[in-house]
Protein backbone atom coordinates (compact mmCIF):
# COMPACT_ATOMS: atom_id res chain seq x y z
CA UNK A 1 0.00 0.00 0.00
CA UNK A 2 1.09 3.55 -0.54
CA UNK A 3 0.05 7.31 -0.01
CA UNK A 4 -2.53 7.06 -2.29
CA UNK A 5 -4.18 4.12 -0.83
CA UNK A 6 -4.19 6.09 2.39
CA UNK A 7 -4.90 9.55 2.13
CA UNK A 8 -7.24 11.42 -0.74
CA UNK A 9 -4.48 13.10 -2.62
CA UNK A 10 -5.75 16.96 -1.68
CA UNK A 11 -5.49 15.68 1.63
CA UNK A 12 -1.87 14.05 1.56
CA UNK A 13 -0.87 17.64 -0.39
CA UNK A 14 -2.62 19.47 3.02
CA UNK A 15 -0.87 17.02 5.04
CA UNK A 16 2.60 17.89 3.48
CA UNK A 17 2.86 21.15 3.04
CA UNK A 18 1.67 21.39 6.95
CA UNK A 19 5.45 20.94 7.66
CA UNK A 20 5.35 16.85 7.67
CA UNK A 21 9.39 16.01 7.80
CA UNK A 22 10.41 14.79 4.43
CA UNK A 23 11.85 11.51 5.38
CA UNK A 24 8.59 10.47 6.95
CA UNK A 25 6.73 11.90 3.39
CA UNK A 26 9.26 9.44 1.58
CA UNK A 27 8.27 6.69 3.35
CA UNK A 28 4.83 6.74 3.20
CA UNK A 29 4.90 7.63 -0.44
CA UNK A 30 7.57 5.01 -1.58
CA UNK A 31 7.49 2.03 1.21
CA UNK A 32 5.44 -1.07 0.56
CA UNK A 33 3.52 -2.20 3.47
CA UNK A 34 0.88 -3.89 5.50
CA UNK A 35 -2.74 -2.83 5.79
CA UNK A 36 -2.13 -2.77 9.66
CA UNK A 37 1.09 -0.60 9.12
CA UNK A 38 -1.57 1.89 6.77
CA UNK A 39 -4.14 1.67 9.07
CA UNK A 40 -1.56 3.01 11.35
CA UNK A 41 -0.34 5.35 9.25
CA UNK A 42 -3.85 6.97 9.02
CA UNK A 43 -3.72 7.56 12.76
CA UNK A 44 -0.34 8.89 13.12
CA UNK A 45 -0.25 11.11 10.10
CA UNK A 46 -2.18 13.78 9.70
CA UNK A 47 -2.23 17.84 8.96
CA UNK A 48 -2.59 18.03 13.00
CA UNK A 49 -0.39 21.04 14.73
CA UNK A 50 0.29 18.85 17.24
CA UNK A 51 1.19 15.68 15.11
CA UNK A 52 3.52 17.50 12.88
CA UNK A 53 5.27 18.65 16.02
CA UNK A 54 5.29 15.21 17.60
CA UNK A 55 7.36 14.13 13.60
CA UNK A 56 9.18 17.27 14.12
CA UNK A 57 10.55 16.32 17.29
CA UNK A 58 11.32 12.55 16.71
CA UNK A 59 13.32 14.25 13.48
CA UNK A 60 15.39 16.25 15.68
CA UNK A 61 16.18 13.07 17.65
CA UNK A 62 17.65 12.00 14.83
CA UNK A 63 18.86 14.33 13.13
CA UNK A 64 22.78 12.85 14.02
CA UNK A 65 21.97 9.42 12.13
CA UNK A 66 22.03 8.86 8.55
CA UNK A 67 20.01 11.08 6.36
CA UNK A 68 17.22 8.22 5.26
CA UNK A 69 13.80 7.15 6.19
CA UNK A 70 15.25 4.54 8.26
CA UNK A 71 14.41 6.70 11.53
CA UNK A 72 10.22 6.72 10.20
CA UNK A 73 10.80 2.82 10.60
CA UNK A 74 12.23 2.80 13.95
CA UNK A 75 9.68 5.07 15.07
CA UNK A 76 6.39 3.38 13.36
CA UNK A 77 7.62 -0.36 14.95
CA UNK A 78 7.97 1.51 18.53
CA UNK A 79 4.37 2.53 18.17
CA UNK A 80 3.55 -1.18 17.04
CA UNK A 81 5.55 -2.22 20.02
CA UNK A 82 3.88 -0.44 22.51
CA UNK A 83 0.14 -1.20 21.24
CA UNK A 84 0.94 -5.08 20.85
CA UNK A 85 1.64 -5.84 24.24
CA UNK A 86 1.59 -9.72 25.81
CA UNK A 87 -2.28 -10.29 27.12
CA UNK A 88 -1.24 -10.39 30.18
CA UNK A 89 -0.45 -6.58 30.97
CA UNK A 90 -4.02 -5.92 30.66
CA UNK A 91 -5.19 -8.24 33.35
CA UNK A 92 -5.48 -7.08 36.63
CA UNK A 93 -3.07 -8.02 39.87
CA UNK A 94 -5.29 -10.46 40.79
CA UNK A 95 -6.46 -12.10 37.52
CA UNK A 96 -2.12 -12.10 37.07
CA UNK A 97 -1.78 -13.85 40.30
CA UNK A 98 -4.17 -16.30 39.26
CA UNK A 99 -2.43 -16.56 35.95
CA UNK A 100 0.97 -17.54 37.27
CA UNK A 101 -0.65 -19.98 40.01
CA UNK A 102 -3.17 -22.04 37.14
CA UNK A 103 0.39 -22.03 34.58
CA UNK A 104 2.08 -23.59 37.45
CA UNK A 105 -0.44 -26.19 38.52
CA UNK A 106 -1.69 -27.31 35.13
CA UNK A 107 2.50 -28.12 34.33
CA UNK A 108 2.83 -29.94 37.55
CA UNK A 109 -0.17 -31.92 37.11
CA UNK A 110 0.87 -32.76 33.55
CA UNK A 111 4.46 -33.54 34.55
CA UNK A 112 3.31 -36.07 37.22
CA UNK A 113 0.83 -37.51 34.86
CA UNK A 114 3.66 -38.19 32.80
CA UNK A 115 5.82 -39.36 34.97
CA UNK A 116 3.34 -42.05 37.02
CA UNK A 117 2.60 -43.48 33.52
CA UNK A 118 5.73 -44.04 32.03
CA UNK A 119 4.90 -41.38 29.77
CA UNK A 120 7.81 -38.70 29.97
CA UNK A 121 10.04 -38.75 27.24
CA UNK A 122 13.64 -36.24 26.24
CA UNK A 123 12.67 -34.01 23.87
CA UNK A 124 15.70 -33.15 21.56
CA UNK A 125 16.94 -31.33 18.84
CA UNK A 126 18.31 -31.68 15.57
CA UNK A 127 19.63 -29.26 12.97
CA UNK A 128 20.48 -31.15 9.75
CA UNK A 129 20.40 -33.81 7.97
CA UNK A 130 17.18 -36.39 7.16
CA UNK A 131 15.61 -35.60 10.40
CA UNK A 132 16.07 -32.16 11.31
CA UNK A 133 13.93 -30.51 14.06
CA UNK A 134 12.80 -31.37 17.64
CA UNK A 135 12.03 -34.43 18.45
CA UNK A 136 11.24 -37.37 21.16
CA UNK A 137 14.28 -39.26 21.53
CA UNK A 138 12.11 -42.45 22.33
CA UNK A 139 10.18 -42.25 19.07
CA UNK A 140 13.49 -43.25 17.49
CA UNK A 141 14.65 -46.42 16.31
CA UNK A 142 17.59 -48.24 18.10
CA UNK A 143 19.96 -47.44 15.45
CA UNK A 144 18.92 -43.93 15.05
CA UNK A 145 18.83 -43.66 18.89
CA UNK A 146 22.66 -44.73 18.34
CA UNK A 147 23.26 -42.11 15.85
CA UNK A 148 22.02 -39.66 18.59
CA UNK A 149 24.00 -40.79 21.15
CA UNK A 150 27.17 -40.52 19.42
CA UNK A 151 26.34 -36.98 18.05
CA UNK A 152 26.28 -36.28 22.23
CA UNK A 153 22.90 -34.92 20.64
CA UNK A 154 21.57 -32.63 24.07
CA UNK A 155 18.10 -33.98 25.77
CA UNK A 156 15.77 -32.57 28.50
CA UNK A 157 13.09 -33.89 30.05
CA UNK A 158 9.12 -33.18 29.18
CA UNK A 159 8.68 -32.83 32.50
CA UNK A 160 11.44 -30.95 33.11
CA UNK A 161 10.81 -28.48 30.07
CA UNK A 162 6.82 -27.79 31.30
CA UNK A 163 8.51 -27.02 34.83
CA UNK A 164 10.64 -24.69 33.31
CA UNK A 165 7.96 -22.83 31.28
CA UNK A 166 5.91 -22.57 34.50
CA UNK A 167 9.06 -20.94 35.88
CA UNK A 168 9.72 -18.58 32.69
CA UNK A 169 5.88 -17.54 32.84
CA UNK A 170 5.80 -16.62 36.50
CA UNK A 171 9.04 -14.14 35.92
CA UNK A 172 7.49 -12.82 32.59
CA UNK A 173 4.54 -11.65 34.64
CA UNK A 174 6.18 -10.68 38.35
CA UNK A 175 9.07 -8.59 36.07
CA UNK A 176 6.51 -6.46 34.44
CA UNK A 177 4.92 -3.55 36.77
CA UNK A 178 1.57 -2.92 35.57
CA UNK A 179 0.24 0.03 37.12
CA UNK A 180 -3.43 0.43 35.46
CA UNK A 181 -6.26 -0.22 36.70
CA UNK A 182 -8.47 -2.30 34.84
CA UNK A 183 -10.66 0.26 32.92
CA UNK A 184 -11.57 1.34 29.54
CA UNK A 185 -8.05 3.54 29.75
CA UNK A 186 -5.99 0.80 30.52
CA UNK A 187 -4.89 -0.03 26.88
CA UNK A 188 -4.33 3.81 26.57
CA UNK A 189 -2.51 4.23 30.16
CA UNK A 190 -0.54 1.14 28.98
CA UNK A 191 0.49 2.42 25.57
CA UNK A 192 1.82 5.56 26.99
CA UNK A 193 3.78 4.30 29.39
CA UNK A 194 5.06 2.07 26.79
CA UNK A 195 5.94 4.21 24.28
CA UNK A 196 7.67 6.51 26.89
CA UNK A 197 9.67 4.00 28.35
CA UNK A 198 11.33 3.00 24.74
CA UNK A 199 11.62 6.88 24.19
CA UNK A 200 13.91 7.16 27.02
CA UNK A 201 16.07 3.89 26.04
CA UNK A 202 16.32 5.37 22.74
CA UNK A 203 16.65 9.19 23.68
CA UNK A 204 17.26 9.57 26.92
CA UNK A 205 14.30 11.58 27.20
CA UNK A 206 10.64 10.25 27.48
CA UNK A 207 9.35 13.20 25.62
CA UNK A 208 6.62 13.61 27.03
CA UNK A 209 4.44 16.16 24.48
CA UNK A 210 5.15 13.11 21.84
CA UNK A 211 3.86 10.52 24.25
CA UNK A 212 0.61 12.64 24.83
CA UNK A 213 -0.12 13.21 20.71
CA UNK A 214 0.82 9.58 19.90
CA UNK A 215 -1.68 7.79 22.67
CA UNK A 216 -4.33 10.26 21.92
CA UNK A 217 -4.39 10.17 17.95
CA UNK A 218 -4.76 6.43 18.85
CA UNK A 219 -7.29 6.04 21.57
CA UNK A 220 -9.05 9.82 21.24
CA UNK A 221 -7.79 10.95 24.89
CA UNK A 222 -7.13 14.12 25.92
CA UNK A 223 -3.97 13.77 27.51
CA UNK A 224 -1.24 16.89 27.51
CA UNK A 225 2.25 17.17 28.18
CA UNK A 226 1.84 17.71 32.49
CA UNK A 227 -0.73 14.57 31.86
CA UNK A 228 1.65 12.21 31.01
CA UNK A 229 4.12 13.29 33.13
CA UNK A 230 1.56 13.06 36.21
CA UNK A 231 0.61 9.50 34.81
CA UNK A 232 4.03 8.17 34.87
CA UNK A 233 4.84 9.43 38.30
CA UNK A 234 1.65 7.42 39.74
Known amino acids: ?14 IKSAG ?23 KMVSSSPDLI ?8 RHSNTNYDSLWVIVVFGRFEEALELPAFY ?33 LIYIPSGNFKGFFVYEDFSDSNQWWIDRDKTDRAL ?8 AERSKREVKAVEVKANKTKNM ?4 FARSLASRNYSSYGKVLNASVATATNALFDTKYDESGIKNLLKS
Open 158 to 165: ISVILKNI
Open 53 to 60: KMWQSFER
Open 1 to 14: MTSQSIFPESEWKK
Open 90 to 122: YKSSKERAELVSEINRTANRLAVLLKENDLDAN
Open 20 to 42: LPEMVVHYVENAQYSKERADLIR
Open 187 to 190: PAIL
